[in-house]
């Protein structure tokens, strides 16, 4: 199956076709399976070779052997090189964030720490927001160090001013990683003064990278990549997949930068799987419709809960108002405030906790991107590894409680959280 044979049309006439056209049949074509409609999953683990001379042919390309033809891509060898269902399902993935190419792994920090150890070395030191998800909190404070790289956190709240600190702080760095909207506390971080600091604060020869997680908002709400990222990485387990049951990531970025991501991907063996990819495709089909219907009920959502009179502080990118340093580039950065909300309840810890248990729709559970509702209580939960303190000056409180919204009926929601607010 070459790779112009897996390709589908992107254009009908002069119209260029919008990714949500597409996520239904790009890169698949029914007459090499049968003519099914759906691409079949692929359950196997290695390939069977036309003859020998393709054998070596396929090996010279995958080891780096020698330069691709013109036209010429990487042929099915084994699964944790390449696969149908994810070269596929990587093909849809780059029409979001027009990206030139994508890799998909088997969960998002398999993407963020393959990504991570494909550029950093013994000496080299990555800067990143703060709050950034807990797993790739331990990551970089705990186990990178562990091989010699700098690690060097900056608060999200602190703007771009506390970005330029670190920079200036550092000298130079090899990677900058964002999380915009900072989660749970959706602070934003300027992509685009990143990629600045980035060209200022490069080693001689090495251009340092910016990678942004855009597991949030992305890929519908925001396109790093088209403010100057050099990488974008997702946790697919959220949005994309969407349905709460596959877990997976993604990096997407240049041919060039991708190829070497792929690289370390193929010997970390941090591969996905071709039922992963075949529930991701099924996941693709809807991404869209999914998160619009999300974003309108949790703009709702903010607004009833601004108004309630146990509700103190609501986190909401879409209430950002003008004057607030984080407007201007909301509206820059972010086509829309996505669905999740984060807001203090009244009663600190204590409260917040009786909200949650007094929830009946919205499930108690960390994750989000779902179709479903979810709640937590991220300074005891998803941040709890992070010391109180530092939670503070995070802007993480007692009280707070993160709610990604899904997509059930807005007054139903409605009813559910009123009935665990009377009960605190
Ligand atoms: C969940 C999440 C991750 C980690 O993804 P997994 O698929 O659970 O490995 C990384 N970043 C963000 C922002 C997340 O929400």
Redesign the pocket.
Known sequence: MSKKDRYGARTIGNRELAPESLMMSYGYRPSLSEGALKSPIFQTSTFVFDSAEDGKAFFEVAYGLREPAKDESLGLIYSRLNNPDLEILEDRLTLWDDAEAAAVFE????A?STTALTYLRPGHTLLYSAPV?G??QYLFSEILPQFGIRTHPFLAAGGTRAMEAAAEEVGTFRMLHL?TPA?PTNHLVDIEAAARLARKHSDPGTPALVAV?N??LGPVFQNPLEHGADLVLY????YVGGHSDV???ACLGSEERIAEVKGSRTFFGTMAGPWTGWLLMRSLETLKLRMTRQAETAIRIADWLHAHPKVGRVYFPGHLAEGDPDYELFRRQCKAAGGMVSFDVEGGEEGAFRFLNHLSLVKLAV??GGTESLAQHPGTMTHSDIPPKMQREMGITESMVRLSVGVEDFDDLVADLSAAFEAI
């Open positions: 969960s998002g920090m398999a963020i998800y797993g790739t999380e989660n997680d597991t949030f946790s697919l387990t959220k877990i997976a990531g994750s989000l």
